[in-house]
């Protein structure tokens, strides 16, 4: 999910801020580049949740806070608006990976980490190649704010399936 998401993220971010939100080109490089910013800022902080929290929960919050996001695009216009949406993509990514990876550090243990890993970033690769396809052809048939409400609902869709691992209690210290 997270790749999906930030597959439409990457991809028509610039169509609509262009479009409809009024942006510049750079005004739209400078909202992407807020995101990834602060997508790793917050992992590093985030880390230690994935250590002291539920990973599952984790998740999904990061989820919750992504599939927000990415309603709200549709009705945004100006570059304060979209930088807002630029921070929730990102402490939704900050808070959301870090648990992912340590899940698949985990699954690590079993299968291999080298196939763990391998694994993870084809699934990461696929959603990122899956997303603009599906998107764009979307897009043809309702047009571009629909793209965003299409990612929302395919995220939120997916989030009761971490919600259902988790646990709701700080995992005890050993």
Known sequence: MNAFANGTFMVFLPVIAAHVG????????????VSVLSTALLQR??????????????IATGCLTVAVALALVP??????SYLFFAL????????????????????????GQGAAMGTINMVMSMGMIIS???????????????????????VLVVTPVFLSKASFFPLQRR
Request: with cysteine; proline share 3%; charged share 15%.
């Open 75 to 80: 009705g945004f216009e100006g570059l304060w």
């Open 22 to 33: 009024n942006l510049s080109a750079g005004e739209t490089g400078l909202v992407i580049s």
């Open 45 to 58: 902080v985030c880390t230690r949740l994935a250590d002291r929290f539920d990973k599952y929960l984790l």
């Open 132 to 154: 603009p396809v599906v998107c764009g052809l979307f897009m043809d048939q309702t047009g571009i704010s629909s793209v965003f409400y299409l990612s929302a609902v395919i």
């Open 88 to 111: 929730l993509m990102g402490i939704g990514g900050g808070i959301s990976v870090p648990a992912m990876y340590a899940l698949v550090t985990i699954a690590g243990r079993d299968v």
